[in-house]
């Protein structure tokens, strides 16, 4: 199955991009993409290989979303990503950020639907609808960044 391949650009320098993505979720992850829905919570991105990616709710639980696979700011990243689901049914997410005049380019590619087997197709057309909300929120955030 193919992967979502999605290209955009920000008003931000692909350090800027790099850190919006990985160390400010809360100012425009939406809460109600993420297993808590809580209001207040924090995205975090250990910054290193075989670091966690959580949401960290005001009360402390945390929820484990994915793990960092290949961390090379400001320009590359690449992570399991499992948000709401077992770490087995994870796939796989990579960023990169090139600068392009003042800004940057970002390219996603999410991939590894062809592991879920029989929701693959429902899993990836989820997942496509997901980004399309979250990116514009992003693409904001990296200008107010």
Known sequence: MDPIVL???VACPPEQAFRVWTHHGPNWWPPSH?????PGLEVVFEPHAGGRIYERTP????HD??????????????????LV?????????????????PGTVVRLEHRGWERLG????????????????????????????
């Open 7 to 9: 290209a955009f650009e």
């Open 34 to 38: 993420s297993v808590s829905t809580d």
């Open 59 to 62: 009360d402390g639980t945390e």
């Open 65 to 82: 979303w994915g793990e960092i696979l290949t961390w090379e700011p400001p320009g590359h990243l690449v992570y399991l990503w499992h």
């Open 85 to 101: 689901f077992d770490r087995r049914d994870a796939t796989e997410v990579e960023l990169t950020f090139t600068a392009s005049g």
């Open 118 to 145: 029989a929701v693959a197709a429902e899993r990836r057309s989820r997942n496509r609808s997901g980004w399309a909300g979250v990116i514009p929120l992003y693409e904001a955030a990296c200008g107010a960044a």
